[in-house]
C-alpha cells in the first residue's frame, strides 16, 4: 500500500511541476515564480505569486497602474520576430496553444470529479483524470480503455478481473449516464477506506467511464 501511494505522489507531483513550469513561462519573467499546493488542483489551492529576491526589476501586476504603460512598451520593443520564418512562428504557436489547451482540459476534468465523486481522495482522481486523457483518442476498445484508466490506483487487480467489472460499463450506450448510476448505487455509501477492494475497483471503473465520456464530449 506505501509503494502505491508513492507512485501516485510522484505522478502528482510531477503533473503539479509541469503545470507550475508552464505558469512560469507564461509569466515571461526570470524575476517571479507561482506556487501552490502541489496535492490540490489550480482552482482549490491558494495560488501565490512571489517576487525573486535576486531580481531587478518588479512586474507590474496591475495593468492599470500608470507606470505599467512603460515597463509593457520596454517588454515589447526588446521583443522581436523579425529572424523568425513564418512556418517556424505557426508551428511554435500551435505547439504553445495546444498545452494551454491540455493543461485546461486536465484541470478542468479534474475539478470535474473532485465535485461529482467526493468520496474518492483527490490524488486518485487525477491518476484516473491523466490515463482517461491518454486513452480517449486510442484505438482500443472502451474496456480496455477503462482497465487502463484504473491499473494506476488498482495495481493488485488483474487485468482479466478488471475487464469483468467493467463489462456493465463498457458495453452500455456511448454516454450512458444510467450505467455509471447503477455502478455507483451498488457501492456503500461509505467512506473510502471503508470500501471493500471490489467496491473499490467498481467505482473506479465508473469514474473512468465517466471521465472517458466528458473528454469525448469536450472534443466534438
Not at 531587478?56 to 492599470?64: C, D, F, G, L
Request: aromatic share 6%.
Amino acid at each position: 500500500m506505501a509503494s502505491e501511494a508513492s507512485r501516485l505522489n510522484v505522478g502528482v507531483n510531477l503533473q503539479a511541476q509541469v503545470e507550475q513550469d508552464l505558469a512560469n513561462a507564461l509569466l515571461h519573467s526570470d524575476e517571479v515564480i507561482l506556487r501552490w499546493n502541489p496535492t490540490e488542483s489550480v482552482e482549490t489551492a491558494e495560488i501565490e505569486v512571489v517576487e525573486m529576491p535576486q531580481g531587478k526589476i518588479s512586474y507590474p501586476w496591475n495593468p492599470a497602474d500608470p507606470n505599467a504603460d512603460a515597463f509593457f512598451t520596454e517588454l515589447e520593443q526588446g521583443f522581436s520576430l523579425d529572424d523568425w520564418q513564418e512556418g517556424e512562428m505557426v508551428a511554435r504557436s500551435q505547439s504553445f496553444f495546444s498545452q494551454l489547451d491540455q493543461l485546461w482540459v486536465a484541470t478542468s476534468l479534474r475539478s470535474s470529479l473532485a465535485q461529482k465523486f467526493t468520496a474518492m481522495p483527490q490524488t486518485l482522481l487525477n491518476a484516473i483524470a491523466h490515463q482517461a486523457q491518454q486513452v480517449v483518442a486510442a484505438s482500443n476498445s472502451l474496456a480496455d480503455q477503462l482497465v487502463q484508466c484504473v491499473q494506476e490506483v488498482l495495481p493488485t487487480w488483474a487485468d482479466e478481473d478488471l475487464q469483468v467489472l467493467a463489462r456493465p460499463l463498457a458495453y452500455a450506450m456511448r454516454d450512458d449516464a444510467n450505467a455509471i448510476d447503477a455502478t455507483l448505487d451498488s457501492i456503500r455509501p461509505v467512506a473510502w477506506h471503508d470500501l471493500s477492494e471490489t467496491e473499490q475497483a467498481k467505482m473506479s471503473l465508473a469514474v473512468a467511464r465517466w471521465a472517458i465520456d466528458k473528454l469525448s464530449q469536450d472534443c466534438q
